[in-house]
């Protein structure tokens, strides 16, 4: 069955990269003129900054730093009777540069830092041309070392979102066990700290099919009271908004009303807009079909 979306307003895109990261496409500018054409009313620069291999060359180096925030408020300013821009960064988490990360996220008035995990232990569960990505390494290991480096990383502060929580299932590799303590210590971690998940909607472009974090797993953090960005991971212009007509009603289903946005690292809700749907699905995992019909048939029972 297909999913369309009869209603295509949304507001926000919060998780949009630059050139300075090495991997995408376009300059500042061409990301806000298709923001704008496109409806959307405030989007987030959210670049990488990874420091130590592996990944550290698909990241601006902190040195850039200075330059990216001007920019970013060259921009905002410029587009300012437009849209709204907001200016911040996905760390990627290295224990080993905790402090770094905590100093240069405090010398600039950044609207949101973001916290992922794309190299837990050392290793890439995010590139096409991984081992892991080509079916190396034990899955359920790498889940439970994926988890353990999560828990680790909600240790510290320096951030205000999670990105893309489960983003070790990208490439379709599911576990044999249900990981069901771990993830539910995770999800109390987070509410614990009054920090948000982002809802990222890269992950239908992937073999997941899925949204990061899956459905079963917003349905955990909206259960805890957990908040949450919305954003594409949008790496060019054309890629903004992406996915959000399959996305943005499981998020309904899974019970938010709200999402969160922020301004100097000082966090909101905004009330979700109506997102109206024909009942057709495709694109989706069939958890997730099966998890939102049934969350339809409830609602009208």
Known sequence: MKQEKTNNSFPVDYHIHTMLCNHAEGGMESYVKKAVSAGFKEICFLDHLTLGEPGNR??????????YFQAVSHIKNRYRETISIKAGLEIDFNPGYVDLFKSISDSFSFDVIGAALHFP???????????????ENETDLIYGLYLEHLDKMLDYDY??????LDLVKKF???????FEKD?????GKIAKKNIAVEVNTSGYDYPAKEAFPSFYILKKCRKAGVGITIGSD????????????????????????????????ERSEVPMPNIECRARYTGTSDFEVRAALSENIKDNI
């Open 121 to 135: 232990a050392g290793i890439d569960v995010v590139s096409r041309k991984s081992g892991w990505s080509n079916g």
């Open 58 to 67: 698909l990241s601006m180096i902190p040195e850039e730093v200075p330059f």
């Open 159 to 164: 951030f205000d979102v999670v990105c893309h």
């Open 172 to 178: 379709g590799r599911m576990p044999s066990g249900s």
């Open 183 to 187: 993830l539910d210590h995770i999800v």
């Open 234 to 265: 949008a790496h060019d212009p054309e890629s903004i908004g992406r996915h959000y007509e399959k996305a943005l009603p499981l998020i309904r289903s899974a019970g938010y009303e709200h999402y969160c946005v922020f301004t100097e690292r």
